[in-house]
């Protein structure tokens, strides 16, 4: 295997408090297993609200002075973030693959994703520098976006560290204090965010982590000292975080599932788009919100999808891809694939017979796995598989195809593959989603454009990143003007 990942046990983990690692008031603690070894890794706290209590606390106590430091220093920590993770970039790869079970390059490419948010980060004094205008005679109307306050975000296993900074530097930069509740599988990779964070200069108390499950997610959404939460996960928990946040007067922007739709038209480019859509379906072994689930073949694609089963047959495990998160994960991916085998889906590749890479026989494996004749009602065409699975179902015409996208509960991407403008504006116009790629299989917006889906992926208001991300962790004030014209004392002068 390239870029080989080492069997390390660091032992027992802290949350991080105030600027340093501090243990928790609870005795209950979480395994964390590497996946590619099926082997216990390290320990975290599963804290308790007195916990978060006391990283709330603290963070209320460092608002008092991070907010009201100019924006351009805020801004100098972002800038010194950057190149302390670049020069850490093989460690925090290293953490990423260890506990998610990424393969090296992956998780590289997933910190270059959550550096872009930082290098966004360092345009807040631009973007946050106001507005003013005279508004009637002598009246003048100026407006600024200030910090909430503490304001908390929870994030999933998939993308450790990426997730965690499409929040932290535009929440911190603009001069909130955060609290970050990281996936309990996944927490390693935030540690070391939390060190860089603080030899970047950030000031003690304005990042913290706390570490735990349910408890210390009910716990951000009910605390009443914090006033935002985002969220990232799946759309069942996000629509219970949104809900439960807004029930307690907080502002919520809660990001789910997806189950994203490739139409594939004759017309389109045969090599890349057998090749976009198996780097789109199998990337990150399909553990992505953004990954191709469903390929919708409009009337007779098949000389695509066999350049696609015959480039599938080479994409090998370790290298292509990594391993999946855990045993539960690994088996509902194989359950969705027996059950749609059983219901008459035609098995083109079968990901269950898939050979472990050497030295990696015990870790979580599932090759790339693509199932034909789906029908459109069978639950691995409906369902969020979120494994190394493409689902292909046919249709005659596009207006089935939008049918079946639009059918489809969830809304993060959707793309078309064509050489058609006619076909990829109609098809972009029409689709149900956030996110569209035309003849791009995984359509995520770079910044300053925002990352955001439709329907039952996204609850509240919005997106995390860009400008939209920016509006999210402030408040508007406006302050109206109108001073005396007939100061006598100072007449003279004039
Ligand atoms: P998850 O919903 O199981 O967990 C996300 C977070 O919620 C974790 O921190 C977890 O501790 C917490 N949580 C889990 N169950 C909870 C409960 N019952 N009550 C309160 N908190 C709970 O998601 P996951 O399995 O870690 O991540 C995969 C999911 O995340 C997929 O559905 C994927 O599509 C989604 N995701 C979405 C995006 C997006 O941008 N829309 C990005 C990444 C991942």
């Known amino acids: 295997m390239s870029n080989t990942i080492q069997y390390q046990n660091y032992g027992p983990q802290n949350n991080w408090v105030d600027g340093k690692y501090q243990p ?82 992956d ?27 005279p508004v009637s005679a002598g009246i003048n109307c100026t407006m600024t976006q200030e910090p909430l306050g503490v304001v908390a975000g929870i994030t999933p296993f998939n993308f450790p560290a990426m997730v965690p900074l499409w929040m932290i530097p535009l929440a911190v930069t603009a001069g909130n204090c955060f609290i ?40 951000i959404c009910d605390h009443p000292d914090i006033k935002a939460v985002a969220f990232v996960g799946s759309s069942a928990v996000a629509k219970i975080v949104y809900s439960r946040a807004a029930s307690s007067g907080k502002r919520a922007l809660c990001l789910g599932g997806a189950k994203n739709h490739m139409i594939v038209v004759p017309d389109a480019d045969q090599d890349s788009t057998a090749k976009g859509l198996l780097a789109s379906s199998m990337g990150s072994a399909g553990q992505r919100c953004m990954a191709a689930s469903v390929a919708v073949g409009v009337a007779n694609v098949d000389p695509i999808i066999n350049q696609l089963v015959h480039e599938a047959k080479n994409f090998k495990l370790g290298v292509d891809m990594g391993t999946i998160v855990s045993k539960p994960a690994f088996d509902r991916i194989t359950n969705y694939i027996d059950e749609a085998e059983k219901m008459g889906a035609k098995v083109l590749i079968d990901g269950r017979k898939a050979t472990p890479p050497e030295g990696y026989e015990n870790g979580y494996w599932i090759g790339a796995t693509i199932l034909d004749n789906v029908d459109p009602e069978w639950p691995s065409a409906t369902d969020e598989i ?33 050489t058609s403008g006619q076909v990829a504006k109609t098809i972009s116009e029409s689709a149900s989603a956030g996110m569209i790629g035309i003849n791009i299989g995984v359509p995520v917006p770079r910044e300053p454009y925002s990352f955001g889906g439709w329907n039952e992926s996204k609850y509240g208001h919005g997106d995390i990143t860009g400008r939209s991300g920016v509006d999210f962790w402030t408040n508007l004030k406006k302050v109206t003007s109108r001073w005396p014209e007939s100061n006598e004392a100072w007449k003279k002068y004039f």
């Open 386 to 418: 979120f494994g190394p699975v493409l689902s292909i179902i046919r249709t005659d015409t596009l207006e089935n195809a939008m049918k079946i996208e639009n059918g489809n509960q969830y809304g993060n991407a959707a793309a078309v593959f064509t």
């Open 180 to 219: 970050l509740k990281p996936s309990e599988q996944t927490p390693l990779s935030t540690f070391k965010l939390a060190e860089y964070l603080k030899e970047a200069g950030l000031p003690d108390g304005v990042f913290n982590i706390v570490n735990g499950a349910r408890e210390i997610v009910e716990g």
């Open 24 to 105: 928790s008031k609870s005795e209950k603690t979480i395994s964390i297993i590497s996946p590619y070894f099926d082997k216990e890794i390290a320990t975290i706290p599963e804290s308790n609200y007195s916990d978060l209590d006391d990283a709330v606390q603290k963070a209320k106590t460092a608002f008092l002075s991070w907010s009201n430091f100019n924006i351009r220093d805020r801004a100098e920590v972002m800038f010194n973030l950057k190149s302390i993770m670049e020069k850490n970039v093989d460690e925090l790869a290293e953490l990423i693959s260890l506990d998610n079970g990424k393969t090296i390059p």
């Open 107 to 133: 998780s590289k490419g997933s910190i270059l994703r959550g550096k872009e948010v930082v290098e966004f980060a360092t345009s807040l004094p631009t973007l946050l520098q106001g507005d003013s205008a």
